[in-house]
């Protein structure tokens, strides 16, 4: 319970079909308030949760998990940053503290399912007897993308009872039932860093090696500097807006070299990438492959599904071959395969 529209409707719609609910709210970012103060994680949302929960007439719990989210989230942000990917805290929010820490609290109170206001779908395939991920049907609002971690234990324990509803129907639905977060607007940033600016998170967080990488310098492809920054891990590939570097054309950021504190930039073609390297695969609704196949990719949330040949390499490690153009493949983010409706699976961009 979050105290969001999302989490309400779903505790609404999982009571109106007969569960015994009861609502908790994960308290991950106890830890950062001395660098932030109250931005970080605040009283009132615990407080919303508290007041949605007695509105349905329902137990609520509080769980502070601060220590959990700093070890299995945060760090791991902050070292791929560093290492100057681009990574997706969100994914691993979900596999690694979400669910873990709601499944080990449902454990404890003897409870099989928990359930949470993602816009995704499960189903038991019949035949393979695999719990499959589908995409939600609000397409607008489809977070299947996010969930490609969880495994056949956590999805056949889980429900989505927003999964067959659009955004608009939801928000419809609170409004008729008069709750207080109707017209709240939705928040677009990583919950634990305010404003979205990573950057002053990273010098908060780290300090010292922020300020021990410094000054580096934009360079093309053919090593030749063009500029100066303020450190690599201030970009991402396929970044444009605050370079401050003027070629005479359109200038992207195409490659970064964090052990040179180098940024390479280029033109928008040179994004154009034509394979991946996939690791740290997890196969949700088909058994690991040990063949070829096509499915469709997404290698960012907002990015359009691309049609690609899969070579699985190992167990742990798949190239992707690109049919339809791609471009920005961005190491960290995760590459999230299709078929259809399906989520076949996921692993995170190790490079192009």
């Not at 349905?56 to 791929?80: A, C, G, M, W, Y």
């Not at 977060?181 to 305010?194: G, K």
């Not at 370079?243 to 928008?268: A, C, D, F, M, Q």
Request: glycine share 8%; with cysteine.
């Amino acid at each position: 319970m979050s105290g969001g529209v999302d989490s309400s409707i779903a505790a609404y719609l999982l009571q109106k079909a007969g569960y015994d609910v009861k609502g908790i709210t994960l308290s991950l970012s106890d830890l950062l308030i001395p660098l932030f103060g109250k931005t970080i994680h605040p009283k009132d949302h615990v407080e919303q949760a508290q007041r949605i929960c007695n509105f349905f007439n329902i137990p609520h719990e509080t769980l502070v998990r601060s220590d959990t989210f700093n070890e299995k989230v945060i760090q791991p942000f902050v070292h791929e940053y560093f290492q100057g990917h681009t990574p997706n805290p969100c994914v691993e929010c979900n596999r690694y503290v979400k669910w873990d820490e709601l499944l080990k609290k449902a454990d404890d109170e003897g409870v099989f399912y928990i359930a949470t206001g993602h816009y995704a779908r499960i189903q038991k395939n019949s035949k393979t007897g695999r719990y499959e991920l589908l995409k939600g049907k609000d397409r607008t609002k489809d977070q299947s993308y996010y969930l490609w971690q969880l495994t056949q234990d956590q999805l056949k324990r889980t429900l989505f009872p927003l999964g067959n509803f659009t955004k608009e129907h939801i928000k419809e639905l609170a409004k008729e039932l008069g709750l207080e977060n109707a017209q709240r607007e939705e928040s677009q940033d990583i919950c634990f860093i305010p404003g979205n600016n990573y950057r002053d998170f990273l010098h908060r967080y780290e300090p010292e090696r922020y300020q021990a990488i410094g000054k580096g310098y934009f360079v093309t492809h053919d090593g030749i500097r063009v500029g100066e920054h303020p450190g690599y891990f201030h970009f991402t590939i396929g970044q444009r807006r605050g370079l401050h570097v003027s070629l005479g054309y359109p200038v992207y950021v195409v490659g970064i070299h964090p052990e040179k504190n180098e940024v390479v930039v280029g033109t928008k073609d040179m994004l154009k990438q034509f394979t991946a390297q996939v690791t740290r695969l997890n196969w949700i609704s088909i058994p690991p492959p040990d063949y070829p196949f096509e499915a469709h990719v997404k290698i960012r949330y907002r990015h359009k599904e691309l049609k690609a040949i899969l070579n699985p390499l190992s167990h742990d490690k798949i190239s992707i071959k690109f049919i339809d153009e791609s471009e920005a493949v961005t190491p960290g983010q995760s590459a999230v395969f299709y078929a259809g409706e399906r989520v076949l699976g996921g692993g995170i961009i190790e490079g192009a």
